[in-house]
């Protein structure tokens, strides 16, 4: 499997970015795939992913009623599409794929941890500031 992004830019506070990673050698059925972020200095940190089993979705705190994952499981592609973006989204953004059904059933934000990913694409970069 290999993961790649694009997307990310230089923004003002309050602007958007779509973030998209397609996905190729891709022969999965149940899996999570979305999005980590780490910052200058600080730990690699779960923001979102959305899952294959039945689309259900999970969101950081810090993100949530900005951020919006969506999937094309026929083009292989999830896309972040990132509104009201804050100095503090600024970060390298990483696209991931852990393995495994996952449903509505269960908390996906456990799951959603960098050690628990099966694969990683290169990561893109936003930055937010006036």
């Known amino acids: 499997v290999q993961l790649q992004a694009s997307g990310g830019g230089s923004v003002q506070p309050g602007g958007s970015l779509t973030l998209s990673c397609t996905a190729s050698?891709?022969?999965?059925?149940?899996?999570?795939i979305g999005w980590f972020r780490q910052a200058p200095g600080k730990e690699r940190e779960g923001v979102s992913c959305i899952s294959s089993a039945d689309d259900s979705t999970y969101y950081t705190d810090s993100v949530k009623g900005r951020f919006t994952i969506s999937r094309d499981d026929s083009r292989k592609t999830v896309s972040l599409q990132t509104n009201m973006l804050e100095p503090e989204d600024t970060a390298l953004y990483f696209c991931?794929?852990?393995?495994?059904?996952?449903?509505?059933?269960?908390?996906?934000?456990?799951?959603?941890?960098?050690?628990?990913?099966?694969?990683w694409g290169k990561g893109t970069l936003v930055t937010v500031s006036s």
């Open positions: 050698r891709f022969d999965l059925d149940y899996y999570l």
């Open positions: 991931a794929i852990t393995v495994g059904y996952y449903t509505e059933r269960i908390q996906l934000g456990t799951h959603w941890v960098p050690d628990g990913m099966n694969y």
